[in-house]
């Protein structure tokens, strides 16, 4: 029997395993919660600032066929791997962002956010050679109406990389998890996650949690835990998922061709899956009662689970806690967080 015949086998008999939450386990992960402001987390990865404007539309434009947006707000969020970064702090840990915004007004409005969560600013690099990545979404009606995008993508320049290289090196012991959050614009690249992986394998004490994209994922080899949505699961393990078999069969893929620990895949409205390796899947129902904007959801799961692993959770606890925290945050419009006050609501 092949691994992956192995594993289908197994999903196939034990297709419930922990979806019940008993008083033991919620004693746990409430006594975890208490350690979270004792938590560091290094932040690595492309960082976004969201722009949102508000409005409401009664009409077409004469123009052309398009609604007319009458504009009653706007405001600017953390977003990309900046919105991990807002997401630790809503669950009260700490956390270092590292990555690269620029020398624009855009990168001022950005910085000035993070300040405001008492988060240190010493990893972030700003360059003269691409501006700060920025989506603007226009919301009518609690509905996207268009979104567009300012950004330059693509490899960082030498001198930046070293000096993030450099930043890595000097501080990489100070935390106790590192998360890498992937939004394809050119930050995490080949030639980044190999010296990050020589400069944590220093460290093995330390997880590296990725939030990936399926371009290149020979990058990602030997990460700690890989959280991709079942869409980049199935790009990255080149096979079409269409049940529960076929899931275990992409899962498998990966972890064989990565060499990975654990893949924690979410799939909307069917909850999450955590493959371990040597352990039976463990799939977890969905807890959201009404989605309104999945925006950011990805970051809520990969911070929660993170700042759940730091604070001595198991994967299968800590994978619990991201998925009552993606159950709240798609609830909320636009690019939200949660606390922790409003996962033990849950856990009730």
Not at 25 to 48: E, H, N, S, W
Not at 87 to 95: Q, S, T, V
Not at 255 to 261: A, E, I, S
Not at 265 to 270: C, F
Request: charged share 25%.
């Amino acid at each position: 029997m092949t691994a992956i015949e192995g594993r289908k086998s197994r999903i196939a008999s034990n297709r419930s395993r922990g979806t019940t939450l008993d008083s033991d386990r919620r004693k746990k992960i409430k006594a975890a919660f208490t350690k979270f402001p004792a938590t560091r987390i290094l932040v690595i990865g492309d960082i976004i600032i969201d722009h949102f404007i508000w409005g409401s539309v009664s009409r077409i434009s004469p123009e052309a066929p398009v609604p007319v947006v009458n504009v009653t707000g706007e405001n600017l969020l953390l977003g990309g791997a900046a919105n991990v970064l807002n997401n630790i702090y809503a669950l009260g840990g700490e956390a270092t962002l590292c990555g690269l915004i620029g020398r624009d007004i855009m990168g001022d409005h950005l910085l000035e956010l993070i300040e405001r969560l008492n988060s240190s600013t010493a990893g972030i690099i700003r360059s003269a050679n691409r501006p700060t990545t920025k989506k603007t979404r226009i919301i009518a009606q609690h509905q996207q109406v268009v979104r567009f995008d300012r950004e330059k993508t693509g490899p960082l320049q030498k001198e930046d990389l070293e000096t993030m290289l450099t930043f890595l090196a000097e501080n990489i012991s100070s935390f106790q998890a590192v998360i890498v959050s992937d939004y394809n614009k050119g930050i995490v690249s080949g030639e980044l996650m190999a010296a990050l992986k020589k400069i944590v394998g220093k460290h093995p004490e330390i997880p590296v949690i990725v939030d990936p994209k399926p371009k290149c994922i020979e990058r990602f080899s030997g990460a700690t835990i890989l959280t991709p949505n079942s869409h980049e699961a199935e790009l990255m393990a080149g096979l079409e998922i269409r049940d529960e078999q076929s899931l275990a069969g992409a899962a498998a893929l990966i972890q064989n061709k990565l060499k990975v620990d654990a893949i924690l895949i979410t799939r909307g409205e069917a909850g999450m899956a955590l493959f371990e390796k040597g352990k039976t899947p463990f799939l977890i129902p969905t807890v959201a009662k009404e989605v309104f904007d999945v925006t950011g959801a990805g970051d809520t799961v990969i911070a929660s689970l993170a700042l759940a692993r730091a604070a001595g959770l198991s994967l299968e606890e800590a994978a619990i806690v991201a998925n009552q925290a993606a159950g709240i945050v798609v609830g909320k419009l636009g690019t939200a967080t949660v606390t922790r006050a409003e996962i033990l609501g849950t856990l009730r």
